[in-house]
């Protein structure tokens, strides 16, 4: 075998070893240590730089390299320069052009004008011979594969099927190893959403945790109450529509809570729409979707609440505000249990339990011609009336505890009760806005009280006026709250006679007795009629 014929097999097993090295490589650290370790000795260089072509097209940077600490220069200073170059440098540029490799020799390049300042750093580096090879994937040039060597006459002619060969390689394993790379900084940005998902969700629940122990728990042992309890727990398991009836505060949200929460539905957040709070124009899109670009201002896709919900409980909340044209494509929906968003193409089938709430009185609505019949039946499969807190102001002490006791800790105050004579108070009040009235009245007087027992409650003045202000066809009010309020005016006119002809039974034609024991099951005492220059109801 003649000397060219062995060096030819020698350069073909090299780079034999290289591409099998190249295609195994995934990281750019494998490449830098293939091309140091296997390549540079084989082509007799010293050193290397290996340039890309950034994305703008007009500039290329270093994108592997020898090591800086053991290039050898009389300056100190790198020739690796890790800035943007131009591409048009008049050396780059060229190798791009250039099929074949472009071998210059330093001496003579220097004394160029206008040569890059890395060409000049390479030569005080002491090379003597630079050889560039362009590097492509597939047809399209991306980048150059500069060689250095420390003596001339390294890069021959006769070797540039092997040079080639070589950069051929390398351009397959760079466009590899960039994919690789895209890959697995996008794997980083998905495993650092997943983490902040997975914080936010345990985030969220630890909250959901604490608002429930604080807010979801439904106080009152009332027979009332007792009822309501019952209806829920009968209810809940089912996929029956519930629909909540109760004026204003009477905790129609919360007995929706329960509901849900019963359900074999509870793993799934339930989901409200308040059909008061929403413009109408902006109501359909909130309970069904809309696709991008739908109408002006749909800017995204939007998944609407019935399919957030699906597989969970839709809580319509004011029900009796969603205006006619949403009620008829409210009725669709929940008749064939699917729904379209707004622009889409197609239907989409969802499985979700109805809870509504209102505080009007629907069949009202109806005849008012304000409120869709047919609605009205499908979603008063299974209705819960709650009752006022007037009528059930059995519940008023352990309702002014546990809110007492919510707002101490909240607030930091250190109250510890209430002195009964507070408490006959709130309990002789008609309580127009319920529980939710009776709430923040304990929450300002929580704040108000520094500490020990509260032993004054402010009652609002003009809630009896705000009250009676109601309208008549809508204002629920029960017979026992009307009886009440009848007895006490004529308890009051009979200046706190009962019994005689003068008396308070006489104007009502009652015997005195059954008047008393009314007086007695209505929680009607001295200190209402009488006046005690004290506010109360
Ligand atoms: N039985 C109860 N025990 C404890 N807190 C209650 C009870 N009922 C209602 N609440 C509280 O009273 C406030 C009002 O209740 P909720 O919002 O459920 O009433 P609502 O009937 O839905 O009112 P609206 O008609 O104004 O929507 C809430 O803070 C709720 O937690």
């Known amino acids: ?84 170059h131009p591409i048009h440098d008049g050396i780059f540029d060229k190798a791009i052009e250039e099929e074949e490799p472009v071998v210059f020799n330093m001496q003579s390049l220097v004394r160029r004008k ?60 760079i466009s590899n190893i960039l994919a ?39 106080i009152g042992k009332s027979a009332a109450m007792g009822k309501i309890y019952d209806l829920v727990s009968k209810v809940a398991p089912s996929d029956a529509t519930v629909l909540i009836l ?53 800017l995204e896709k939007r998944i609407g609440k019935f399919e957030l919900a699906n597989n969970s409980t839709l809580f319509l909340d004011e029900i009796g505000e969603l205006p006619l044209e949403m009620q008829a494509k409210l009725l669709r929906a929940l008749q064939e249990k699917e729904i379209e968003r707004i622009g889409g193409k197609s239907v989409i089938k969802v499985n979700v339990r109805i809870i509504a709430a209102t505080n009007k009185n629907l069949e009202a609505e109806i005849v008012a011609g304000r409120f869709r019949s047919d609605l009205y039946y499908r979603l008063c499969v299974f209705p819960i009336s709650l009752p006022p807190l007037r009528e059930r102001r059995e519940d008023i002490p352990e309702l002014v505890s546990f809110f007492i ?50 032993t004054e409650v402010s009652l609002p003045t003009r809630n009896k006026i705000l009250f009676a202000s109601q309208h008549p066809e809508t204002q629920v009010r029960s ?23 003068n008396g308070a039974a006489a104007k009502l034609q009652l015997p005195s007795t059954t008047l008393i024991s009314k007086m007695q099951k209505l929680g009607i005492r001295k200190e209402h009629f009488i006046d005690t220059g004290k506010e109360h109801d």
């Open 114 to 173: 206008g040569v890059p300042t890395y060409i000049i750093h390479w030569y005080n580096a002491g090379v003597k011979e630079m050889m560039l090879v362009r590097i492509c994937n597939g047809k399209e040039p991306k980048g150059v594969l500069y060689l250095y060597a420390l003596k001339t006459g390294v890069f021959l002619q006769s070797r540039f099927s092997f040079f080639k060969g070589i950069a051929d390689q390398l351009g397959t394993g």
């Open 1 to 84: 075998m003649n000397t060219d014929t062995h060096a030819k097999n020698d350069e073909f097993e090299t780079l034999l070893c290289f591409s099998k090295a190249v295609a195994a490589a995934r990281h750019r650290s494998d490449l830098w240590e293939i091309v140091n370790e296997q390549l540079l000795e084989n082509i007799g260089a010293s050193y290397y730089t290996l340039c890309l072509i950034n994305e703008d097209a007009i500039t290329h940077s270093p994108f592997l390299y020898s090591p800086k600490n053991k290039i050898k220069t009389v300056t100190g200073e790198s020739p690796v320069m890790l800035q943007l």
């Open 405 to 454: 006791e919510k707002y101490a800790v909240g607030s930091g105050r250190k109250v510890t009760g209430i002195a009964p004579k507070a408490l006959e108070k709130l309990k002789a009040y008609s309580w127009p806005g319920n529980i939710r009235e009776l709430e923040h009245l304990i929450e300002r007087t929580v704040l108000l009280t520094a500490a020990g027992a509260i």
């Open 479 to 501: 017979l026992a709250d009307v009886e009440r309020e009848h007895i006490l005016k004529m308890v009051k006119l009979s200046k706190g006679k009962i019994s005689g002809p």
């Open 246 to 298: 109760g004026e204003t505060g009477t905790g129609k949200e919360l007995i929706a809570h329960q509901v849900h929460e019963a359900s074999p539905r509870h793993d799934k957040l339930m989901i409200k729409v308040n059909c008061a709070a929403i413009p109408a124009n902006l109501l359909e899109s909130e309970l069904f979707g809309h696709e991008k670009g739908s109408y002006t201002g749909a």
């Open 180 to 218: 690789n790379e895209t890959v697995e900084l996008q794997l980083e940005e998905i495993r650092k959403y997943k983490t902040q998902l997975e914080q936010e969700n345990s985030y969220l629940k630890e909250e959901r945790r604490k608002d429930k122990q604080l807010t979801g728990k439904a």
